[in-house]
C-alpha cells in the first residue's frame, strides 16, 4: 500500500481532466495493482505508452480506496479474503459489500439537482443514479454498494477529500454507531426492465 506521502505526490501530479474510464485502458494499466510509488506508476506508463494521467488517476483511486477498506476493517468490518473479487471487498455484520469511493456527479451539480446527502430519500435517489451511471463496461454490477461521496465544492476539491482519511474516518466510525441502533439501508434498483434488491449506503465526505 502507498504511503499518504506518495498519495499527496500524486494528487500533486493529476491533471484534473481524464476522460471516461474504460475497459481498454484498464486491461493496458492493470499494473496499478502492482505499485506503490508515483515514479513506479509513471515509469510503467510510459513502458505500456499509455497516458500518464490516466494512470495516476485510476493507481490514486485503487489506494485511497484500499484506505477506506482498512478503515472499515478498523470499526469492525470484515475484510474479503479473495484480493481481487469483483463484487466484494467487505463484509459489514456478515452482509457483503463493494466499496465505492466516488464523488458527487458533476452532472447532478450542472443540471441543479442537489441533494442533501443527509436525508434518507435523497441518498436512495443518488444511489439509484450511481448504479445507473457509474462503473459501466467490466466494472458494473447490480450487488450491494457502499458508496463513500467526496462532496467538495470543485474537482480538485473532491480529489483531495478521497485522501483525507482524518475526515473519512470520522464519517466511517460514525457509520458503525448509526448501525448499532439502525438497520442497514436496503433498496429495489431498477436496470434494464428488472428489479434488484440491495444493500446500498452513502457515507457523505465533506469539509
Known amino acids: 500500500m502507498a504511503t499518504q506521502e506518495e498519495?499527496?505526490?500524486?494528487?500533486?501530479?493529476?491533471?484534473?481532466e481524464w476522460g471516461r474510464q474504460n475497459n481498454r485502458f484498464d486491461k493496458r494499466s492493470n499494473f496499478i495493482y502492482r505499485v506503490e510509488t508515483v515514479d513506479e506508476c509513471l515509469q510503467k506508463a510510459r513502458e505500456m505508452a499509455i497516458d500518464e494521467n490516466y494512470v495516476?488517476?485510476?493507481w490514486y483511486n485503487y489506494q485511497t480506496s484500499i484506505y477506506c477498506e482498512g478503515l472499515f476493517v478498523k470499526y469492525?468490518?470484515?475484510k474479503e479474503k479473495q484480493l481481487y473479487n469483483h463484487d466484494i471487498d467487505i463484509y459489514i455484520n456478515e452482509i457483503p459489500y463493494d466499496v465505492k469511493l466516488t464523488v458527487y456527479p458533476a452532472k447532478l451539480k450542472r443540471s441543479g439537482e442537489i441533494l442533501n446527502l443527509h436525508n434518507r430519500d435523497d441518498k436512495n435517489t443518488l444511489i439509484?443514479?450511481?448504479y445507473a451511471n457509474q462503473s459501466q463496461e467490466g466494472r458494473k454490477h447490480l450487488k450491494n454498494r457502499m458508496f463513500i461521496v467526496c462532496n467538495g465544492e470543485n474537482t480538485y476539491q473532491n480529489l483531495?477529500?478521497?485522501?483525507?482519511?482524518?475526515?473519512i474516518e470520522t464519517r466511517i466510525s460514525g457509520y458503525f454507531h448509526f448501525l448499532e441502533n439502525?438497520?442497514?439501508?436496503?433498496l429495489v434498483i431498477q436496470d434494464a426492465g428488472q428489479e434488484y434488491e440491495v444493500y446500498s449506503d452513502i457515507i457523505s465526505i465533506e469539509k
Do not use: T, V
Not at 498519495?7 to 484534473?16: F, G, H, R
Not at 483531495?160 to 475526515?167: E, R, T, V, Y
Not at 439502525?182 to 436496503?186: R, T
Open 128 to 130: 439509484r443514479w450511481m
Open 76 to 78: 469492525g468490518a470484515q
Open 160 to 167: 483531495a477529500l478521497k485522501s483525507d482519511f482524518d475526515i
Open 7 to 16: 498519495l499527496k505526490k500524486a494528487l500533486s501530479l493529476i491533471s484534473l
Open 56 to 58: 495516476l488517476h485510476r
Open 182 to 186: 439502525n438497520e442497514p439501508n436496503k
